[in-house]
């Protein structure tokens, strides 16, 4: 089998078969490309993992763009892109186009006005793990507190809220940094 | 048609732009595009599309853009055409198209950021702005997810009636307990939360 097509077969293999999100296929996208083909070693990967997460969008797919990369350069990126998303792609669409169609049946309305919410107790637990790992003081409680509220009850859209905290803290760290430069010259 | 599509694609890549900090930050983002800005769809729709993203194998975020864009020209498309002049299958096209245009485009702002880096940059390491601008971030992710879960918890998903809302939240407590301290997966809870309701209501 040529390279191209085994790195689309691994990344649709890993895209169909794993359920919980981006973080869930980890172990396995690193069992396939590091220890059976051995197309990247382990400090490659955690390096293209750290990339990965740092640039906007979804985890999973800009990890496999990456590794796609490293691999067979513009081609590998769509390829191993591709087989992360076509899985989702085609059960997400099967699911729609059978759902439309019995929607309004009395059974499976009842079993979705049960299962709401639970999807809103499962947001909780991420809610939870996240807010312990961001290590969060007075002030950046506040203002975590601060966005729901207003993306909540204000109604403000999420994208300019992340773009005015970018923005400021890219140019917070910017002015610190002078500071502590100047500073540094000084003494 | 045309309108929508172009729609959809500005809508999802802006989506796929300032999602950071994974798929459970991205759902407000959605949420608001989708919901509250444009009215492609109603909040039960969305929660029920969130459920099922939850279920199906692959990340979270195209599985919930995929069927969000689905949804959203399936629903104006209805809404549009109230006479029922298209036939069912040209419904169906029209509306895949929709969730191919919604995937394609959440994906397109990543794909460039990143082959551009891969190509210019040979060896990337996080520079001290991308550094700031992430912890800068962090606090926000977490407000992103509270505001989900908050925007997720109104009357047309608990119910209007005192007794539903009592029903959801018991339902909502347990299986908050069951996943946080019993770590049982979120599959079993919704099929389990379904069957509640399909018993209860």
Request: hydrophobic share 45%.
């Given at each position: 089998m040529n390279l191209q097509l085994t790195l689309f077969t691994t990344f649709f293999k890993i895209g169909m078969f794993t359920i919980g999100g981006g973080l869930a296929m980890l172990p396995l996208i690193e069992r396939d490309v590091v220890e059976k083909h051995k197309w990247i070693d382990k400090k490659e990967f955690l390096d293209l993992m750290t990339i990965a997460q740092s640039m906007p969008g979804i985890f999973a797919f800009n990890f496999a763009i990456l590794i796609g990369h490293k691999i067979d350069q513009t081609r590998g990126s769509i390829l191993?892109?591709?087989?992360?998303?076509?899985p989702s792609f085609l059960i997400i669409l099967a699911i729609a186009i059978s759902f439309s169609d019995f929607k309004d049946n009395a059974y499976v309305a009842k079993i979705f006005k049960g299962m709401r919410p639970a999807v809103v107790a499962l947001l909780l637990v991420p809610l939870i793990s996240t807010a312990k790992t961001s290590h969060l003081t007075i002030k950046t409680g506040l203002l975590a507190i601060a966005v729901t509220l207003l993306i909540t009850f204000a109604d403000i859209n999420p994208v300019y809220i992340i773009l005015a905290v970018a923005l400021s803290s890219v140019l917070y760290g910017n002015i610190v940094?002078?500071?502590?430069?100047?500073?540094?010259?000084?003494? | 048609m045309l309108i929508l599509f172009v729609k959809l694609f500005i809508t999802f890549f802006k989506i796929g732009l300032?999602?950071?900090?994974?798929?459970?930050?991205?759902?407000?983002?959605?949420?608001?595009?989708?919901?509250?800005?444009?009215?492609w769809m109603t909040n039960n729709e969305f929660t029920?599309?969130?459920?099922?993203?939850?279920?199906?194998?692959?990340?979270?975020?195209?599985?919930?853009?995929?069927?969000?864009?689905?949804?959203?020209?399936?629903?104006?498309?209805?809404?549009?055409?109230?006479?029922?002049?298209?036939s069912n299958m040209t419904h169906h096209?029209?509306?895949?198209?929709?969730?191919?245009?919604?995937?394609?485009?959440?994906?397109?702002?990543?794909?460039?950021?990143?082959?551009?880096?891969?190509?210019?940059?040979?060896?990337?390491?996080?520079?001290?702005?991308?550094?700031?601008?992430?912890?800068?971030?962090?606090?926000?992710?977490v407000g992103l997810i509270a505001a989900s879960a908050l925007l997720l918890m109104d009357s047309s998903n608990f119910g209007f009636a005192t007794s539903e809302r009592i029903i959801s939240v018991l339902i909502c407590a347990g299986v908050f307990l069951a996943s946080w301290k019993y770590k049982i997966g979120p599959i079993t809870l919704l099929i389990a939360s379904g069957l509640l309701g399909l018993l209860i209501y």
């Open positions: 191993c892109g591709l087989g992360t998303v076509i940094y002078k500071k502590r430069h100047k500073n540094d010259k000084s003494c | 300032f999602n950071f900090g994974g798929g459970y930050a991205m759902i407000p983002l959605i949420q608001h595009e989708i919901v509250e800005k444009n009215h029920d599309i969130i459920a099922i993203s939850q279920m199906t194998p692959g990340p979270i975020g195209i599985n919930s853009a995929t069927y969000a864009g689905y949804q959203a020209t399936y629903n104006t498309i209805a809404t549009a055409t109230a006479g029922g002049e298209m096209l029209l509306s895949i198209t929709g969730s191919f245009i919604a995937t394609f485009s959440v994906c397109l702002p990543s794909f460039i950021l990143l082959l551009l880096i891969a190509k210019m940059l040979v060896k990337y390491t996080a520079n001290r702005n991308v550094k700031q601008l992430f912890a800068g971030l962090r606090p926000v992710i």
